[in-house]
């Protein structure tokens, strides 16, 4: 049997920050087809290994590829072009632009042109490529914001914001999406929406990795979840056996204490 390539291989991914290891050689490898759990406490490494890989963060050490490509080094525009993107944590929207232009900035970005340099060539969002439009559109339907396309971005709830920065990721067709804290702070109702926004997109061969404190959203939406503790690698494997792993348990319920101990202190 001839091994399959995976889609995502990352090797011994390093992180410094001054005296602070943030990602201590991280490596692994994502299947094609996959939805993949990264979960840690606070502060273990989760944003800053994708901060790394998508090119917002120079790595101090390790390789990643996508489809054997090898990204290593590159800037996040080229990465998104050759098919890795990613969401923030915090989410980003230009208020005053409607949905539809916000997308269609997004994929102007992704193309290694910025907002401002797009303007001052004269290229006005409202001429912006009939391609971008329609994917514009065919991906607010499906993450059901396709009635308001022409609104400004300023009436979205928190919720349709991290919605609308799912269609942006998914601009230039990525093979893998990165989706960081995708319902952190959003309503029951929105987190079921988005899980299955996460569902159908996956559904299109969509790849994806979603980095989430909520546990049990990972656990439902993840065939296998990969846990960091202090920037290391300390679990991975489907969820029933995360759920077990006495060192999973431990890194938690050390962090738990320690939030407790420090509530009884202030
Ligand atoms: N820009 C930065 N400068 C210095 N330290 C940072 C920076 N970003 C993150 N860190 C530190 O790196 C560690 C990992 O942070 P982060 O990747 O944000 O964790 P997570 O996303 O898992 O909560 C933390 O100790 C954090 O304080
Ligand atoms: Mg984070």
Redesign the pocket.
């Known amino acids: 049997m001839t091994p399959v390539q995976p889609l995502l291989e990352v090797r011994g991914l390093t ?1 410094r ?2 005296g ?1 290891t ?2 201590d050689d991280l490596s692994y490898a994502l299947e094609t087809g996959s939805v993949v759990g990264l979960i ?12 790394c890989m998508s090119g917002f ?1 120079a790595a101090d050490r390790g390789q990643w590829f996508l489809d054997g490509r090898e990204l290593t080094g590159l800037a996040p525009h080229r990465i998104a072009r050759a098919g890795l993107t990613r969401t923030f ?1 915090t989410v980003r929207a230009y208020d005053e632009l409607t949905l539809l232009e916000n997308l269609c900035v997004a994929a102007q970005e992704n193309d290694g042109v910025s907002w401002m340099q797009a303007l001052l060539r004269g290229k006005t969002l409202r001429g912006a490529d009939a391609a971008a439009r329609a994917r514009g559109l065919e991906l607010l339907a499906t993450v059901g914001l396709a009635n308001y396309a022409d609104a400004p971005a300023a009436i979205l709830s928190y919720g349709q914001r991290k919605l609308l920065a799912i269609a942006a990721s998914m601009m230039p067709k990525p093979r893998l999406v990165v989706l ?2 995708p319902v952190a702070g959003v309503n029951q109702t929105m987190v079921r929406h988005i899980e299955e926004v996460i569902r159908k997109l996956n559904a299109e061969g969509v790849t994806l990795l979603i ?1 989430e ?1 909520n546990v049990d959203f990972i656990m439902s939406l993840c065939s296998r979840v990969i846990v ?1 503790e202090s ?1 290391s690698k300390i679990a991975d494997g489907p969820p029933g056996l995360i759920r077990s792993d006495p060192r999973v348990l431990a890194a938690y319920l050390g962090n738990k204490r320690a939030a407790e101990l420090d509530a009884g202190n202030g």
């Open positions: 992180k920050y001054l602070l943030a990602v840690g406490p606070n502060g273990s490494g989760k944003s800053t290994s994708i901060d963060q944590q960081d804290e980095v404190h960091l920037g």
